[in-house]
């Protein structure tokens, strides 16, 4: 059911717009605290229940704390669902105010539940990963500038960029792994996805900070999430293609490279890239194909909390 009173935040650094519906009420407070707790009561005297913001942006963390602090049902939306919407309606013209009407619009209209908000340690955990990954793309830069060099003291300013680099990714590693030793629930859900074959600590990690909705889900929904789900695209007379799009782009990539490990490492799945090959299947399809079941059967795993067995009858999944 779709809320009867709904509220649309566009979220900057210096400002909140906020929209009503379908009131159409439209009004803008600072990003500050006192006026953001002016804002709950605004919203809660209007009869909102339901707020929407696109997520994006560190801007509106403090206030997505204040209304779930305040228990409305917020919900934070990827901004190419908000696009579409403008797009569906025939809108050209985007400022603030009339993005904060048109999330207001899209609040009311939609269906489903709205995405919980992560809480507090899932965004510094997600943070943490983030963080790594930045690391190590800037160290895999720095390695392919040591390459093209040919100066010694060129050379030498790269292998001390890459080993400080190198540093200050072992301190967030450290830090990662602190945080989830000390949450009971996410240790055993660490111990249950590096127990797949494929799945290392990295790969673990990824899923646990940006996937958090692995268990909690069917595995359509988590292969969609993923980017791993194969979506039909067919017009007229032409025979079609079903191909990955969407999801989250670093999930996919962690368990691209997990399913590669686990096509050379694991005899199982090993045989399942061998037999898509054979079929006809580009190397890259296959591959996609074990990140896949992969994936499944991490769902499935950590939604009955058991370990990984191949010799187990109800792990015998196949995506």
Do not use: W
């Not at 105010?97 to 539940?113: H, S, W």
């Not at 494929?198 to 999430?225: F, Q």
């Amino acid at each position: 059911m779709t809320a009867a009173c709904a509220a649309g935040i566009d979220a900057g650094k210096v400002y909140l717009d906020v929209g009503i519906e379908p009131s159409g009420r439209r009004f803008r407070v600072r990003n500050a605290a006192d006026d953001i707790g002016r804002l709950v009561e605004r919203l809660r005297g209007a009869g909102v229940r339901r707020v929407i913001l696109e997520a994006i942006g560190p801007y509106a963390r403090a206030v997505v704390g204040a209304l779930v602090t305040a228990d409305f049902e917020v919900g934070l939306v990827n901004p190419r669902r908000i696009k579409g919407f403008r797009e569906a309606e025939g809108k050209r013209a985007k400022t603030d105010r009339l993005d904060a009407g048109l999330i207001a619009r899209f609040a009311l209209r939609m269906t489903e539940t709205p995405r919980p908000v992560p809480t507090a340690d899932q965004q510094a955990l997600k943070a943490l990963a983030t963080r790594r990954r930045q690391l190590v793309e800037m160290i895999a830069m720095e390695k392919t500038r040591l390459k093209q060099v040919a100066d010694a003291l060129l050379a030498d300013s790269h292998r001390t960029a890459i080993a400080a680099l190198a540093a200050e990714r072992k301190r967030v590693e450290a830090e990662i792994a602190a945080r989830l030793a000390t949450d009971a629930a996410l240790t055993r859900r660490y111990a249950i996805l590096v127990s797949l074959p494929g799945l290392g600590p990295h790969v673990a990690t990824t899923l646990i900070a940006d996937l958090p909705e692995l268990g909690s889900t069917d595995r359509r929904a988590i292969a969609s999430l993923a980017g791993l789900a194969p979506h039909p695209t067919q017009s007229g007379i032409s025979p079609g293609r079903n191909q990955i799009a969407g999801g989250r782009p670093c999930v996919r990539a962690a368990l691209y490279m997990a399913g590669l490990v686990a096509c050379r490492c694991d005899p199982r799945f090993r045989a399942d890239y061998q037999a898509a090959r054979a079929s006809g299947k580009p190397a890259k399809v296959a591959i996609i194909a074990v990140a896949r079941k992969l994936l499944v059967l991490a769902n499935a795993l950590v939604k009955h909390d058991s370990l990984y067995d191949p010799n187990h009858p109800s792990q015998q999944l196949d995506p």
